[in-house]
């Protein structure tokens, strides 16, 4: 039996064998400055909130890496699920990604969103955050240090930057399979529809 | 064509200016306020339903969990409460001990306040040196108990490690930074221009209201009456050290603001006399493995003096291993309805930040 | 409106300025990295020399992150059920009844505390046999 | 070769506008005691966002909105010569003076207002009420300063203005640069007049719809718009420029104040910073003018 | 204080828990007299909390209402018990102001209805159908597992009780059987 995390190797060679994508020279240049620039959506779902401060003010100054934090979900790329997540808390947190621009990308931070964490058998938190969302990285900890985060951080603007992340295609592809996921803890509640046609609107003038 | 005049907004819960994940549903003419309701629950995790499931002893790590930027009062409550029921004596060095880390956090906590009272106001310049600060304390956390945020350190029977060789003069240095820095943050902000024109007036409190209802903490002092249960009922050692109950006249932002910064003072005082008179002896008194600790059946109820306020829990046991039923009151629960919601009635959404971080609202101690 | 002219008030906050001049409190982390503290509640490690299966750690821990599993490295002769402990992640809050309920001492906390992947079913953690 | 005149002043305003920008927010990370980011950091946040589909649609108006306000901030830079001497960069300064540029300067936010309150959000209606009653307030105080120094240099051209100054006219008269100052700051909505667009109150304010390339238009238009702005005071006030290196020195010293003030002082309420505005500088102006005209030229 | 609430409410059961805490076990229909006579002569004038708790066994919640002097040197824990079924208790918010959100709360939690009270709405859960969750006979557990999934790959976790007694009992039938071949053994060449 290997030590450490027991998946981590296979991750790794089963990267090695997946095609590489082709990009065109404005995707790499697009992903060149997406890298750079992260938004991050102001909202403390959960415990892990209370690192967000130290990371983002001047101790460990989350800016100097291109990361900084954006008031409203329209201007936001990343939205940071920061720990366990009510059903309560779920159903905003799924409204609001639903409103960010694409490309979009989820940051989950700690235990709770892996496996329930602590709150493992509490009634009213959700177990396993990626049956109704797309998550493009976990963050371990419980709480995760500012280091962890930034790490976190700095390891999806690696995937960015190689353009490998597309969590948000995923989840409109595989939308019947989330919103059925969100509609057994949620009930019929959810709605609207992600499909509706005012969110897909693409491209303006 | 009255209705059409009022605008419903929620405040939260993903908005810059709320104090943690809850919401205020808003009823506007313009920007004045007509009526404020609140909205928690987005944290509830049902810890009175884990606690009741778990031994005392597994019960003890998640009770940090339910303040998140005050673990420690939730952790010496606990431990109060647990020992009180089973008839525990703890050590002196102890009591000193907690004493220290509760203060310590205090400290902390007061300085998340200062960063967000001053963000509240966009002068991000302060809250970004007190977070600076506060990560100091948690590194002597970090030493002292093994973790930043949820230290799970303060045991029923004593606390989990002794203190590091040397601790005490890092504290020392540490608090002399910070005396240095309070003078800054003086000058800075609650001197400020900008922040007495904003907070002088906004948000009064009349003292009479705050005796009826219950409320607790700044509030209460805010308005002139010296009320601390480190001094009213005094827990662990506070009877033997020498402070002050801050007080302000006026009830208003300022005031809760000008009794915050005092606090800040006094936590530093009563620091340095615990680094004078920390005695020796055990950290621990002899415990039985967790399936064996059994509460006797037989309630009580305790508080501490948290940053925010009177902190405290109700807690009863059956005679079995665990907990029967344990209650938090958090100096927020009140704070954050009954208080809040008259508050924010005729104020303007300006103010609304302003009058939370005032109130020190913090959400995850109300729905638990 | 009510307003005073407030000279200190006014010019007191110039000393913001003053810190342009000072050195920043930043940790540019991945250039810099900050010593843990010595006991900083990180990764689980596990003596296998001295781990006796006797899960005790398994009975404490409140978050059921803890399984006992086959090994099959050399193991103490006194592990009368050839099981170590492995740990969930997903579950683990770091809380250390584990490490203080060990009968020989052989589970411990160690400094490390990074891990960072984009895949959940990462989290099952073999201790590290140190 | 006006054409190309123009595009130079365009591109010099962009590029100039956001790294103006970065150093706003590496020099602000500075007195918050930390590194902060590279001054590219607005650029990448700008491209990025370009890149950026928009996820909702309030229709043409929506989108008309951060246009008319580009539009607005191009036409007010076309019109304000960089150098005073100059026949290059001077743009379209030759047909209009400084009224036209003042008109210009009110299009922009107007246009806003329109496409924001097209896009229903309470925030984005909010933010642009509080940014129209903050114009009126810091148009008082400005136009007094604005029309004393035209009194002063007998002439509405702004070239003239600039070149006319023997005394730079901040030490000449001092009383009307203070007040054009206070409403300068405003103008740059800094702090404490920085109500637009308050994160704790309204979210981002006007912009609070927005994403995607509308946003990065108005990322845009803000960093020219702000170099306008810059190159205007200096034009008037520090006694204009001369070379680009006189230029970039001016407005950034002008921009460097604007950011220290905004870093010292919290935020004022809207009806507090109206009532700062039409009470304090305006004042001011209307002393500075007597001064100016009894004991002018 | 002590004897005028023994002769008035014919109990006996007033406790001093520590000297700034006392408790008084009263019957349902007295309990709101002696708060307000708490209130009105001895100065408890704030209500600190509401607290239950669910006692299964005897078939009852007790529920406690926490006063608090308006110097904050006294607390006073007035406890009466409600029966279980159909739980209604008369609301306080008449009179303290505050109990309107802490009933809310404990409506929500157990269950209990407080006539009086006219805002008792979902204060923490959304869409709640489920029994009153703090209630006893509501198991948490039980409910994650009927409605969400934890995560698989957990095999290979063994009942280390049972393996050791395997293993003993391996190790034991090993040995005999050592010792089997061993005395077979030693049988075969005493044979030859």
Same mark, same amino acid.
């Given at each position: ?205 | ?368 | ?130 | ?297 | ?7 008035? /409410? +014919?109990? &006996?059961? =007033? ?10 076990? *009263? %019957? ?32 009852? /919640? +007790?529920? &406690?209402? =926490? ?10 824990? *007035? %406890? ?113």
């Amino acid at each position: 039996m290997d030590e450490g995390f027991l998946k981590e190797q296979q991750v790794m060679e089963s990267d090695l064998n997946s095609e590489t994508s082709h990009k065109s020279s404005v995707d790499f240049l697009m992903d060149w400055f997406r890298r750079r620039s992260i938004f991050v959506l102001a909202y403390g779902t959960g415990c892990g909130a209370i690192e967000m401060p130290p990371t983002f003010t001047s101790r460990y100054d989350a800016e100097r890496l291109g990361i900084r934090g954006a008031a409203t979900p329209r201007q936001a790329d990343v939205i940071i699920v920061s720990g366990y997540c009510s059903y309560k808390t779920l159903r905003r947190i799924i409204r609001t990604y639903e409103q960010m621009a694409n490309p979009k990308y989820i940051l989950a931070l700690g235990s709770c969103t892996v496996n329930g964490g602590m709150y493992w058998d509490s009634y009213n938190t959700i177990k396993r955050l990626e049956d109704y969302l797309p998550v493009d990285m976990y963050v371990n900890g419980c709480m995760p240090r500012p280091e962890s985060i930034l790490e976190g951080f700095m390891a999806l603007q690696k995937e960015i930057g190689d353009g490998k992340i597309s969590s948000w295609q995923k989840y409109e592809d595989n939308y019947a399979f989330y919103r059925k996921n969100q509609e057994a803890v949620l009930g019929q509640t959810v709605a609207p529809a992600y499909d509706a046609d005012w969110y897909l609107y693409d491209g303006g003038l | 064509m009255e209705t059409n005049k009022h605008i419903t907004i929620f405040h939260g819960p993903q908005h810059p200016g709320i104090t943690g994940n809850m919401s205020v549903e808003l009823d506007l003419i313009g920007e004045t306020i007509q009526k404020a309701t609140t909205h928690v629950g987005y944290l509830h995790r049902g810890f009175e339903k884990l606690v009741e499931r778990r031994t005392v002893i597994q019960a003890f790590t998640i009770v940090c969990r339910i303040c998140v930027p005050e673990p420690d009062p939730n952790e010496a409550n606990f431990a109060m409460a647990v020992e009180e029921l089973a008839g525990i004596e703890v050590s002196e060095r102890v009591k000193y001990i907690r004493v220290m880390v509760l203060e310590l956090s205090r400290l902390a906590s007061q300085c998340m306040w200062l960063a967000g009272q001053s963000g509240s106001i966009g002068l991000y310049a302060v809250g970004q040196w007190a977070i600076a600060d506060r990560d100091l304390i948690l590194d002597l956390f970090e030493e002292l108990t093994g973790g930043r945020v949820y230290h799970m350190y303060i045991y029923p029977g004593g606390v989990r490690r002794d203190l590091p060789d040397g601790f005490l003069r890092r504290l020392e240095k540490v608090l002399n930074h910070f005396k240095k820095r309070l003078k800054e943050y003086d000058n800075i902000f609650i001197n400020n221009a900008s922040f007495k024109s904003r907070a002088i007036g906004v948000g009064i409190v009349s003292p009479e209201e705050c005796i009826k209802n219950g409320y607790v903490g700044q509030v209460l002092r805010g308005c002139g009456i010296e009320a601390d249960v480190r001094k009213d009922a005094p827990y662990l050692v506070y009877d033997q050290l020498d402070f002050e109950v801050p007080t302000a006249q006026g009830g208003d932002v300022y005031a809760r603001a000008l009794v915050r910064r005092a606090e800040m003072d006094q936590s530093i005082h009563i620091l340095e006399q615990v680094i004078d008179k920390m005695p020796e002896g055990e950290i621990m008194v002899k415990m039985p493995t967790h399936r064996k600790f059994k509460l006797p059946k037989n309630d009580t109820w305790v508080k501490v003096e948290s940053s925010r306020g009177e902190f405290a829990y109700y807690m009863a046991g059956d005679g079995s291993e665990k907990i029967r039923r344990m209650q938090v009151r958090g100096p927020s629960l009140v704070h954050a309805f009954t208080l809040l919601e008259d508050l924010l009635v005729g104020a303007e959404l300006s103010d609304v930040a302003l009058i939370m971080n005032s109130l020190g609202i913090c959400p995850p101690e109300i729905e638990r | 409106m009510k307003w005073s002219i407030d000279i200190s008030g006014t010019l007191s906050p110039l000393g913001i300025l003053a810190a342009m001049m000072q050195k920043p409190n930043t940790i540019a982390y991945p250039a810099v990295k900050k010593e843990t503290a010595v006991g900083y509640r990180g990764f689980h490690t596990n003596l296998l020399v001295d781990c006796i299966g006797c899960a005790n750690c398994q009975d404490v821990c409140m978050n059921d992150a803890i399984d006992m599993i086959k090994t099959d490295k050399e193991y103490n002769v006194k592990n009368s059920s050839q099981c170590i402990p492995r740990i969930d992640y997903g579950r683990c809050c770091w809380c250390s009844l584990c490490t203080d309920v060990c009968p020989p001492d052989s589970l411990k906390l160690d400094e490390e505390y990074l891990g960072v992947t984009q895949y959940a079913s990462d989290f099952l953690y073999m201790p590290k046999d140190k | 070769m006006i054409i190309l005149d123009l595009a130079l002043m365009l591109i010099t305003a962009y590029f100039v506008g956001f790294i103006y920008y970065g150093l706003y927010r590496n020099i602000t990370a500075r007195f918050q005691r930390r590194i902060g980011p590279t001054i590219f950091q607005s650029f990448y946040d700008s491209i990025k966002f370009f890149g950026k589909k928009e996820a909702i649609s309030h229709g043409w108006m929506f989108y008309l909105g951060p246009i008319i306000m580009a539009t607005g901030a191009i036409m007010t830079l076309f019109f304000i010569p960089f150098f005073y001497q100059s026949e290059s960069f001077s743009g379209l300064s030759g047909y209009g003076n400084l009224f036209l540029v003042l008109y210009l300067m009110l299009l922009g936010p107007l246009g806003n207002a329109m496409g924001v309150g097209v896009g229903g959000n309470p925030f984005g209606v909010m933010g642009v009420t509080r940014g129209l009653t903050r114009l009126f307030a810091l148009e008082l105080p400005f136009y007094i300063a604005v029309v004393a120094i035209m009194s002063i240099s007998q002439s509405a051209d702004i070239a003239t203005i600039a070149g006319s100054q023997t005394t730079i006219n901040a030490f000449a008269h001092p009383l009307l640069f203070i007040a054009a100052l206070f409403s300068f700051v405003a103008m740059m909505g800094q702090s404490p007049f920085d109500v637009v667009g308050a994160p704790v109150e309204v979210y981002s304010g006007p912009a609070s719809e927005f994403s995607g390339k509308f946003l990065s238009l108005l990322m845009s238009q803000s960093a020219i718009f702000s170099f306008a702005k810059l190159v205007l005071m200096v034009n008037l006030f520090l006694g204009g420029a001369d070379g680009f290196f006189e230029l970039l020195w001016k407005t950034f010293v002008l921009f460097l104040f604007v950011i220290a003030f905004g870093a010292i002082y919290g935020r004022f309420k809207t009806p507090q910073s109206v009532d700062f505005l039409i009470k304090v500088p305006t004042v001011i102006a209307i002393v500075g003018l007597i001064f100016a005209t009894a004991w002018g030229n | 204080m002590f004897a005028t609430i023994k002769n008035r /409410f +014919a109990t &006996t059961d =007033i406790e001093v828990k520590r000297e700034d805490l006392y408790k008084v076990v *009263v %019957q349902r229909d007295a309990i709101f007299e002696l708060i307000f006579m708490l209130r009105e002569q001895y100065d408890y004038q704030t209500l600190n909390a509401i607290t239950c708790c669910d006692w299964i066994e005897e078939e009852h /919640f +007790a529920i &406690t209402y =926490i006063l608090t002097t308006s110097d904050r040197k006294q607390s006073f824990m *007035v %406890q009466t018990m409600i029966g279980r079924e159909d739980a209604q208790i008369d609301s306080l918010t008449h009179t303290f102001e505050q109990a309107e959100i802490m009933e809310r709360d404990l409506h929500e939690m157990y269950g209990i209805d407080f006539p009086g009270n006219q805002n008792l709405v979902e204060l923490s859960l959304e869409n709640w159908v489920h029994t009153p969750p703090l209630r006893r006979e509501f198991d948490t557990l039980e409910f994650v597992n009927n409605n969400l999934s934890f995560r698989e790959g957990r095999d290979g976790n063994m009942d280390v009780k049972k393996e050791m007694k395997r293993l003993r009992a391996l190790k034991k039938a090993q040995k005999a059987a050592a010792k089997k071949a061993k005395e077979e053994a030693s049988e075969v060449s005493d044979g030859n």
